[in-house]
């Protein structure tokens, strides 16, 4: 299979990047960047990102599954509007064309709390985001509603994040900090099922889903081994 990465350079989407190319499902990786990931494999295309284009984009190769793990915060976008484009508009444009390119798989790294009809404008959001690439009725499709990702950002410093990955460490799982990777795992794991109709993950069952894949991880590679 094939897959297209939104997001590549960000905290779950280079170990999204970095899972694919690993895995031995997947045969090229297609990610629209503005920076050069740092991932060196000839699995990994990196192309021109270029969302508001994509009615006349074309993959470099075909394309089977889509993960988007894309956004950033309202003060390092300039306002709610500018957030807006990148974290709904931007994301919604490539999911449209990725439909009609024939995508049968999306998953979308979304945040616990989303809800279009949210009064809590990040909320609010992601819930739009979700609800609009639910209305496009793709074959499969899973959103996945992490509490606070865990994990160093690559030259995108975010001191109150930092501050909710210390506090919420040792909560509940329900609403515990998530390490970045165990999302990334998720929602390679689910991708491969390719569930029917729509799929909403929590965190919680973002531990629970990571947990097993690892462990089937290291359970082949004790088959290789041994």
């Given amino acids: 299979m094939n897959a297209f990465v939104l997001g590549a350079t960000g905290l779950v989407g280079r170990h999204l990047v970095e899972l694919l190319v690993q895995s031995s499902e997947y045969g090229r990786i297609v990610a629209p960047v503005r920076r050069p990931t740092g991932v060196d494999s000839e699995k990994l295309i990196e192309v021109p990102f270029n969302a508001d ?5 074309d993959p470099p190769e075909p394309l089977d599954h889509a993960f988007i793990a894309f956004g950033t915060t309202v003060k390092k976008a300039g ?20 439909l009609a390119l024939g995508v049968r798989h999306i998953s979308v790294c979304s945040s616990i709390g989303a809800d279009f009809e949210s009064s809590n404008a990040y909320s609010r959001m992601k819930g739009q985001l979700e609800e609009d690439i639910r209305m496009m009725r793709f074959p499969s499709f899973a959103t996945f509603r992490p509490s606070v990702l865990g994990g160093e950002r690559d030259d995108d410093v975010r001191p109150a994040e930092a501050w909710a990955q210390r506090m919420m460490a040792r909560l509940p799982k329900r609403w515990r900090t998530v390490p970045a990777v165990r999302v990334a795992q998720a929602m390679i794991a689910i991708a491969r099922k390719e569930p029917t109709g729509m799929t909403i993950i929590n965190s919680k069952k ?11 991880l290291e359970g082949d590679q004790s088959t290789v081994i041994s």
């Fill in 79 to 98: 306002g709610h509007n500018a957030q807006w484009e990148i974290d709904v508009r931007y994301p919604r444009l490539y999911a449209k064309r990725l």
């Fill in 206 to 216: 973002i531990w629970t889903i990571s947990d097993a894949a690892s462990a089937a």
């Fill in 53 to 57: 284009e994509t009615n006349t984009w």
